[in-house]
T-cell receptor
Framework: RKEVEQDPGPFNVPEGATVAFNCTYS??????FFWYRQDCRKEPKLLMS???SGNEDGRFTAQLNRASQYISLLIRDSKLSDSATYLC???????????FGDGTTLTVKP | GAVVSQHPSWVICKSGTSVKIECRSLDFQATTMFWYRQFPKQSLMLMAT?????????EQGVEKDKFLINHASLTLSTLTVTSAHPEDSSFYIC?????????????FGEGSRLTVL
């Protein structure tokens, strides 16, 4: 079993749709959680950190469930520009290690 | 935000030559730098973890004599692909974490696209 597992995707949705990605992690010592976005042939860029209380940034909402060891990302009112691969990253800062999921590809269509 | 710069952004070389890729943290000191490889339409694959002043820790299946990593200072790590072959053609990306803020957030370089002929 992988340390970090994401929905395999791909997700193909129309503009305006709401889409949710889930990510589970196995290391209970993990302390930091992030969603990154990677566009084709580019480096990953931080989309948002994920906090226990949940956090929202515009159309994006991230949540963390420590008990079940999963994080989620919700995108509302999808835009064409949201098309990208979304990477779940889980960090164990004590071990100095961050682990990536394989990514979920989202394509938003007109 | 923190800036990590990679150089070169793309390189084409002949089979058998060695290629060096630099990763610099421009405005912060990086405790640790990570090197990844990504083949087309595949996920990032961690190759090695590089700590300043010590030997890099390589992931299983990554040849340390093939991919030489040097982390001589808190702002620079280099990856040298030795005796490159066409199968080494890939997108190589580095990332760094900040010394002062142990948040786990990673800052990525722009990536280096290597093509070996």
């Amino acid at each position: 079993r992988k340390e970090v597992e994401q929905d395999p995707g791909p997700f193909n949705v129309p503009e305006g749709a709401t889409v949710a990605f889930n990510c589970t992690y196995s290391n209970s010592a993990s302390q930091s959680f992030f969603w990154y976005r990677q566009d084709c042939r580019k480096e990953p860029k931080l989309l948002m950190s994920v906090y226990s209380s949940g956090n929202e940034d515009g159309r994006f909402t991230a949540q963390l469930n420590r008990a079940s060891q999963y994080i989620s990302l919700l995108i509302r009112d999808s835009k064409l520009s949201d098309s990208a691969t979304y990477l779940c990253v889980v960090g164990d800062t004590n071990a100095g290690k961050s682990t990536f999921g394989d990514g979920t590809t989202l394509t938003v269509k007109p | 935000g923190a800036v990590v710069s990679q150089h070169p952004s793309w390189v084409i070389c002949k089979s058998g030559t060695s290629v060096k890729i630099e990763c610099r943290s421009l405005d912060f000191q990086a405790t640790t730098m990570f090197w990844y490889r990504q083949f087309p339409k595949q996920s990032l694959m961690l190759m090695a973890t590089s700590n300043e002043g010590s030997k890099a820790t390589y992931e299983q299946g990554v040849e340390k004599d093939k991919f030489l990593i040097n982390h001589a200072s808190l702002t620079l790590s280099t990856l040298t692909v030795t005796s490159a072959h066409p199968e080494d053609s890939s997108f190589y990306i580095c990332s760094a974490s900040r010394l002062a803020e142990n948040t786990g957030e990673l800052f990525f370089g722009e990536g280096s696209r290597l093509t070996v002929l």
